[in-house]
T-cell receptor, first 117, second 114 residues
Framework: AQSVTQLGSHVSVSEGALVLLRCNYS??????LFWYVQYPNQGLQLLLK??????LVKGINGFEAEFKKSETSFHLTKPSAHMSDAAEYFC???????????????FGKGTHLIIQP | NAGVTQTPKFQVLKTGQSMTLQCAQD?????MYWYRQDPGMGLRLIYY???????DKGEVPNGYNVSRLNKREFSLRLESAAPSQTSVYFC?????????????FGPGTRLTVL
């Protein structure tokens, strides 16, 4: 069984400040991890994914995430927040035992990122 | 490429009414999915189709049926809508079933059941 916990349903940062969105996973086998972003009234868009190559993964729009097995974490960061980053962010996990089917992607509950001017 | 498209964008139903949500993808993907999104719940898988001609239940299939009409299209049907089915519904597709495959999402259908 796999699960994802996103700490903080809402995170507020000032424009230009560091963005840190937390994600911890639970998986009985090596996981694959994803971050998706959802802008208002739109579908989800992939930001980045970890597939067991490099532990530091760079994504679109200046975001990156680091896989830390010892901490079972995959936190999302961006050095300098922009107003256009305001959105809902979802962490998701899959593994080779589940493939892409019924258990393929397990999503966290999401973190709403608010950017203060 | 339009990617994944969904119709309608919005729908209001009365309890007991039926409707079909349509989804189509033009990326030649093999696998397609239906999720529902509720506030504070993330996304939960309703049904998926690994390939044309196959469908399987996900986490929350009760009250829904699906049809994989062809490789491009995957529809979700509510036979007798209930207020608990008020939600935002997303269709997604992937090339295959590998755990590393990226899921591509449609814009969603916002359904209200009165």
């Amino acid at each position: 069984a796999q699960s994802v916990t996103q700490l903080g349903s809402h995170v507020s940062v000032s424009e230009g400040a560091l963005v840190l969105l937390r994600c911890n996973y639970s998986s009985s086998v090596p996981p694959y991890l994803f971050w998706y972003v959802q802008y208002p009234n739109q579908g989800l868009q992939l930001l980045l994914k970890y597939t067991s190559a490099a532990t530091l993964v760079k994504g679109i729009n200046g975001f990156e995430a680091e896989f830390k097995k010892s901490e079972t974490s995959f936190h999302l960061t961006k050095p300098s927040a922009h107003m256009s980053d305001a959105a809902e962010y979802f962490c998701a996990v899959s593994d080779d035992q589940s493939g892409g089917g019924a258990d393929g992607l397990t999503f966290g509950k999401g973190t709403h990122l608010i950017i203060q001017p | 490429n339009a990617g994944v498209t969904q119709t309608p964008k919005f729908q209001v139903l009365k309890t007991g009414q039926s409707m079909t949500l349509q989804c189509a993808q033009d990326m030649n993907h093999n696998s397609m999915y239906w999720y529902r999104q509720d506030p504070g719940m993330g996304l939960r898988l309703i049904y998926y189709s690994a390939s044309e001609g196959t469908t399987d239940k996900g986490e929350v299939p009760n009250g829904y049926n699906v049809s994989r009409l062809n490789k491009r299209e995957f529809s979700l049907r509510l036979e007798s809508a209930a207020p608990s089915q008020t939600s935002v519904y997303f269709c997604a597709s992937t090339m295959g079933l590998a755990a590393t495959d990226t899921q591509y999402f449609g814009p969603g259908t916002r359904l209200t059941v009165l």
